[in-house]
């Protein structure tokens, strides 16, 4: 039978359905779902007053293997305005991803017009946002569906999410806008957070933007960062991204993220680059 969820309970574990399957190895995950699933642990932590996810940061150890899982997280450094949390994605080998992240609480404030994300100035770095108040990129409905690169694999994280670009395609290279919209749940039988859904499409940024030949290089990164001022709207997230490469085998990959209504935050990646078949 189908698979109809990114990941499915048994007991205290998780167990991950050929839809969190990435493109680089047959037998491991895409990162956005497990980031997904730490951010989930994250959210199930109770705290004395409401709290929002400013930042997390994924250190992604080893390949993720498409399996059972364990989740654990827990505050830190406990607090009445801030919560420093941890958190680990395990299996039987050990550590998988490790991540670190800030709560910080919310309240109702009054800001002057023109300074919040939905009418003020937009990211850094995007020219329309910071030129125009209250930017959003041109909608889901205005974008196009665009092939994938070949993976080898009928099913995967590539076919578990909708993609609408409004500029780019994974088959060209360099920096592209793109809406990804999840297909399916990431927990079986529950409906996808805010926050859920932009981790699991955030780790996409140098997926949409590959600036080098997918069949002949590896462009894998080691972690991921999200800061997010506000909780997206919607199902759709949008990523404005940009990867750059360097001669020394490193690189990183930059990306605006956005609902429909303005931007949200930004995503930040390392990545390992490499020539495919050289041990890199």
Known sequence: MPADAFYIPDGDSYVATELTRGPWDPGSQHAGPPAALIGRE??????????????VTFEILRPVPIGRLRVEASVVRPGRSVEMVEATLSADEGPLVRAAAWRLRTADMELADGLGSLDGPGLAGTTE????????????DEGAQRDFFATGSSVGYHTAMDYRFIAG???????ATAWLRMRHPLV?????SPLQRVLTAADTGN???????????LFINVDLTVHLHRMPAGEWI????????????????DTALY???GPIGRAAQTL?????????
């Not at 946002?129 to 889901?140: E, H, I, N, V």
């Not at 395609?169 to 920096?175: I, T």
């Not at 079986?188 to 996808?192: L, M, S, Y």
Request: proline share 13%.
């Open 238 to 253: 949008c990523l404005d991204a940009i990867t750059i490469p360097e001669p020394s085998g490193i690189g990183v990959t």
């Open 207 to 217: 997926g949409v933007s590959a600036t080098l030949d997918w069949d002949r290089y």
């Open 272 to 280: 390992l680059v490499g020539e495919r078949g050289t041990g890199s």
């Open 129 to 140: 946002s910071t030129l125009r108040p209250g930017f959003a990129p041109p909608g889901p």
């Open 169 to 175: 395609a994974f088959l060209d290279r360099g920096p």
């Open 42 to 55: 994250i959210e199930l932590l109770p705290s004395d007053a409401p709290m929002q996810l400013g930042r």
């Open 188 to 192: 079986a039988g529950e409906q996808p």
């Open 259 to 261: 609902d429909e209504a």
